[in-house]
């Protein structure tokens, strides 16, 4: 349960590929040019599958898959996506290698898989997105954590945004079983 007001960490449930599509298209709304992402979980947890919904948020239109071959692909949307895997990157400096600084620098959005490797070769302002499996096949927790100043002044935002998957909703409605609207 996330508590009210100046909470600085938003915890997310999904319990389908596609929930977890349409959570990252919501956040996608709050995003700004600049943005930086960085995806951590195991393998299969829905780091590709957040990537494609948040896509979609930022209206890309182009189907996206994961990069991990490519190690980065780009977008082109409201704001333009750069999406990075660097699961396979043996180096530190093969990120900076392919550019990460000028994507940074770029007024688009970018994502990054695995990102918590190469943190050291970061700027300290993103948002951290930790998915973990739950108790059932589908089900995941997503914890947002805003590192720097950039995300952390959006957090009541993204807790509003994201009220669907936090379930704020239903505490600040209350138990819906016969209670009457006043
Ligand atoms: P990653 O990029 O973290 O390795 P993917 O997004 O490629 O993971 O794959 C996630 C897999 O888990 C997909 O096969 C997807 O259908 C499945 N899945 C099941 N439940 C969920 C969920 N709640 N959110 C995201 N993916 C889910
Ligand atoms: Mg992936």
């Known amino acids: 349960m996330n508590p009210p007001g100046g909470s600085t ?22 995003a700004r040019p600049c943005d930086l992402l960085l995806l951590v979980g195991d393998l299969g947890a829905g780091k590709t599958a957040f990537t494609q919904g948040f896509g979609r948020g930022l209206g890309v239109d182009d ?56 943190t050291r070769a970061l700027p300290r302002d993103y948002l951290e997105v930790r998915i973990t499996f739950g108790e059932e096949d589908e089900d995941r927790v ?10 952390q002044a959006r957090m009541r935002a993204v807790g509003i945004a994201l009220a669907s998957w ?13 209670v009457e609207p006043c």
């Open 9 to 30: 960490r938003v915890t997310a449930r999904t319990d389908s590929p596609e929930a977890t599509r349409a959570l990252a298209s919501a956040l996608a709304e709050l």
């Open 63 to 118: 189907q996206i898959t994961s990069p991990t071959f490519a190690l980065v692909q780009s977008y082109t949307g409201r704001l333009d996506l750069y999406h990075l895997d660097v699961y396979r990157l043996e180096q530190i400096n093969e990120a900076l290698d392919l550019g990460l600084s000028e994507m940074l620098d770029d007024d688009s959005v970018t994502i990054i898989e695995w990102g918590d490797t190469i």
């Open 142 to 151: 997503l914890e947002l954590t805003p590192v720097g100043s950039r995300w």
């Open 166 to 178: 936090t379930g704020a909703e239903d505490v600040a409605r209350g138990p819906e079983d016969g």
